[in-house]
């Protein structure tokens, strides 16, 4: 990982883009497809793909943290 600890909260900031992002339309077909109604489909999906990009950003940082440990 780059020393600079701007680099480190920018790629932490785009897995979060990314996985929030990515998640949203598989979670908002989930809900579609088990009959949800679109505006509360919509909402769970929000809260669902923050969720999961917290998640993305904590794994993230977990493995960044343990492949650094293991060059140093």
């Known amino acids: 990982m780059p ?3 701007i680099i ?8 979060m883009l990314v996985v ?3 998640w949203f339309p598989i979670g908002f077909s989930r ?3 088990k009959g949800v109604e679109e ?3 919509r ?6 793909a923050k969720k999961y990009s917290i998640l993305g950003a904590f ?3 977990i493995f960044m943290l ?3 440990r293991l060059f140093l």
């Open 8 to 15: 480190r909260a920018i790629s932490v900031i785009v897995v």
């Open 39 to 41: 505006e509360a489909a």
């Open 59 to 61: 794994f993230y940082m």
């Open 20 to 22: 929030g992002f990515g």
């Open 43 to 48: 909402k769970q999906a929000k809260l669902d």
């Open 31 to 33: 809900l579609k497809k």
């Open 66 to 68: 343990s492949l650094v």
């Open 3 to 5: 020393e600079s600890s």
